[in-house]
Nanobody
């Protein structure tokens, strides 16, 4: 089992920045993919960014150039740096650790990010 604890959400004005973090504990040795998803009211959960154990990253088109995912292996923590935030980025952000794509994996409790216009 893997436990994930998120922090760092909040309220920010359009154009501002936030960083959310997710710290893992438990049996993380088998984890190969760490990602951030988000879900806005009335919408499906979507992948925002992911980073693999090899360091490869991928981003949703809507956040490319604005968001950066990175990790601190020593602290078992993955971060999402969000710059130039827009109101449409408002959502609950969830971190997710999984062994491979197609597996649901483990989820954090979610952290609210609200961007005001």
């Amino acid at each position: 089992q893997v436990q994930l604890v998120e922090s760092g959400g909040g309220l920010v004005q359009s154009g501002g920045s936030l960083r959310v973090s997710c710290t893992a504990s438990g049996s993380i040795f088998s984890i190969n993919i760490m990602g951030w998803y988000r879900q806005a009211p009335g919408k499906q959960r979507e992948l925002v960014a992911a980073i693999t154990s090899g360091g490869s990253t991928n981003y949703a088109d809507s956040v490319k150039g604005r968001f950066t995912i990175f990790r601190d292996n020593a602290e078992n923590t993955v971060y999402l740096q969000m710059n130039n935030l827009k109101p449409e980025d408002t959502a609950v952000y969830y971190c997710n650790f999984k062994r491979y794509w197609g597996w649901d994996g483990y989820w954090g409790q979610g952290t609210q990010v609200t961007v005001s216009s």
